[in-house]
Every structure is written in structure tokens, then in C-alpha cells.
Nanobody
Framework: QVQLVESGGGLVQAGGSLRVSCAASGLTFSSYAMGWFRQTPGKEREFVAGVSRSGGNTYYADSVKGRFTISRDNAKNTVYLQMNSLKPGDTAAYYC????????????????WGQGTQVTVSS
């Protein structure tokens, strides 16, 4: 079955950096656009970044543009989110998601989800 497994979350001070990863299995990884979303308690899941199937196109939420970088390695079936200049407002559970064909910012249009990894940014 399809599995998306995030890793790399943790506690970091404001201004610091963290890289989260998502390893995929059970699907033809290169056939799926990948997205990162985040969620805090009581709030809707929020789009953070997306990458096309080839990795040639990326898209970011305005709130993270210039600070976060999404990338993928199709040979390793893995997508990454490099997060720099972290702020306390970036604190959330981060989820990766897979969608056939193209990136979308709408969370319920993704077909597969990981279990999430917590990122906490202290001030």
C-alpha cells in the first residue's frame, strides 16, 4: 500500500534551520506532484509548498517564500522541505502529500498523506 513517512521535525530556535523529509513507497513516485502542508490545532491544513513530478516547477505560500525550499529526488522516492529563518509562527505539524499530475494548494485534492512531523520554533 502507499506510505508517506515524514521525518526530521524537532525543536529549533527562531532564526534557525531545519530540513524535513518525506519518503514514499507503494506508488510510482515520479508520477505524483508532491506538496507540504502544515496544521496547528483548531486550524485548517495550510499549503506550504509544492513541487511538480519532475521537480522542475515549485510553488510556495507567500508566508514562506524566500525562506523555504522544496525539492525532490525521484531516485530516492523522497521529497524535502528545507526551512530557513524559522519563526515561531512556523510552529505546526508538517505533512507531505501526493497528487497525480499537478500541484494544487487545496489540501483535499491530494490523494495520499503522511502522518506528519512536528516542528516547533521557540522565540
Amino acid at each position: 500500500q502507499v506510505q508517506l513517512v515524514e521525518s526530521g521535525g524537532g525543536l529549533v530556535q527562531a532564526g534557525g534551520s531545519l530540513r524535513v523529509s518525506c519518503a514514499a513507497s507503494g506508488l510510482t513516485f515520479s508520477s505524483y506532484a508532491m506538496g507540504w502542508f502544515r496544521q496547528t490545532p483548531g486550524k485548517e491544513r495550510e499549503f506550504v509548498a509544492g513541487v511538480s513530478r519532475s521537480g522542475g516547477n515549485t510553488y510556495y505560500a507567500d508566508s514562506v517564500k524566500g525562506r523555504f525550499t522544496i525539492s525532490r529526488d525521484n531516485a530516492k522516492n523522497t521529497v524535502y522541505l528545507q526551512m530557513n529563518s524559522l519563526k515561531p509562527g512556523d510552529t505546526a505539524a508538517y505533512y507531505c502529500a501526493a497528487r497525480t499530475i499537478s500541484i494544487t494548494t487545496i489540501w483535499n485534492q491530494y490523494e495520499y498523506w503522511g502522518q506528519g512531523t512536528q516542528v516547533t520554533v521557540s522565540s
